[in-house]
């Protein structure tokens, strides 16, 4: 990922919800963790135009798996340049919030 080049916000759920759930990131279940953990009903569709997108990035990986001779799954993982986005989006969050906390009670 280019350095000047920042992850949205909905990549940074998506990347989160692949951490979040290791080796069970898969469609659903990234469907399923985000509307539970963020409150994000997504279209099945709209997560997988994302994680491609962060695929081409090279910020996850995915691999096609069939667990115990079922269906067959695109399971994705993050790499470390996905880490790295990570740690850099909450860091540029956490600097921006710092000192404003004060700020929405007035509002």
């Known amino acids: 990922m280019a350095k000047n080049e920042h992850l949205g916000e909905f990549e940074q759920l998506a990347l989160l ?6 080796k069970d990131a898969y469609g659903a279940r990234i469907q399923e963790e985000l509307d539970r953990t963020a409150g994000r009903s997504t279209a099945i569709s709209s997560i997988y135009i994302t994680l491609t997108r962060l695929e081409s990035k090279g910020l996850v990986r995915s691999d096609m798996n069939a667990p115990n001779g079922g269906r067959p799954r695109r399971y994705f993982r993050l790499e ?3 880490v790295r986005a990570l740690k850099a989006s909450r860091d540029a969050l956490l600097s921006m919030w710092d000192g404003v906390e004060s700020e929405l009670e007035t509002v």
Do not use: I, N, S
Not at 17 to 22: E, K, N, S, Y
């Open 80 to 82: 470390p340049d996905g």
């Open 17 to 22: 919800a692949v951490l979040r759930l290791g």
